[in-house]
T-cell receptor, first 114, second 117 residues
């Protein structure tokens, strides 16, 4: 258990509405990641962070933004949700104090966009 | 860009038997990391085993072991003495060497394993 929580765990929203998912960690990990999981695609990286206010894009970043104003929180925002963003979203951390370059995952958030 | 291929969408094994899940990957890197993650029905992603490419010895964790063939770019997972609790989706993942910013994972599409009585 790497001390990762995600909120909300489930959310249903309508097309065009903004949505923010939160990833919270309690153990001062430096690196944080957001992935989405879809059938037939495995997990794909959306954005990642390598420190407070330091973020970068992943493989599928279009339509998403992130923010990290403090070490423990990494927020993923869908500015205007679309049905194609219906997915399960996972947050992950990595920290060399645990195991070099190994990522540990949160419990996931299931998002449905109607 | 790296790619990871899991060619077996679904597999089934009887309790106490042994099963092997296949994974191949494509990369031009020499040093990298490979992982197997397990996702049971609870949806939690659980690290099963980790392999460093510069180590020739195959990684082992209790009933789980890998067959790492670097030249063939193959990384299969063997589960011995299968248990009902091993029923899950299994993902193979590749990580390139550390670039100093973050270590990004590329996942395969997964193999759904069913353990039966």
């Amino acid at each position: 258990d790497a001390g990762i929580t995600q909120s909300p765990r489930h959310k249903v929203t309508e097309t065009g509405t903004p949505v923010t998912l939160r990833c919270h960690q309690t153990e001062n990990h430096r690196y944080m990641y957001w992935y989405r999981q879809d059938p037939g695609h495995g997990l794909r990286l959306i954005h990642y962070s390598y420190g407070v206010k330091d973020t970068d894009k992943g493989e599928v970043s279009d339509g998403y933004s992130v923010s990290r104003s403090k070490t423990e929180d990494f927020l993923l925002t869908l500015e205007s949700a679309t049905s194609s963003q219906t997915s399960v979203y996972f947050c992950a951390i990595s920290d060399r104090r645990i195991n070099t370059d190994t990522q540990y995952f949160g419990p996931g958030t299931r998002l449905t966009v109607l | 860009a790296q790619t990871v291929t899991q060619s077996q969408p679904e597999m089934s094994v009887q309790e106490a038997e042994t099963v092997t899940l296949s994974c191949t990957y494509d990369t031009s890197e020499n040093n990298y990391y490979l992982f197997w993650y397990k996702q049971p029905p609870s949806r939690q992603m659980i690290l099963v085993i980790r392999q460093e490419a510069y180590k020739q010895q195959n990684a082992t964790e209790n009933r789980f072991s890998v067959n790492f063939q670097k030249a063939a770019k193959s990384f299969s997972l063997k589960i011995s003495d299968s248990q009902l609790g091993d029923t899950a989706m299994y993902f193979c993942a590749f990580m390139p060497p550390d670039t100093g910013t973050a270590s990004k994972l590329t996942f395969g599409t997964g193999t759904r394993l069913q353990v039966t009585l």
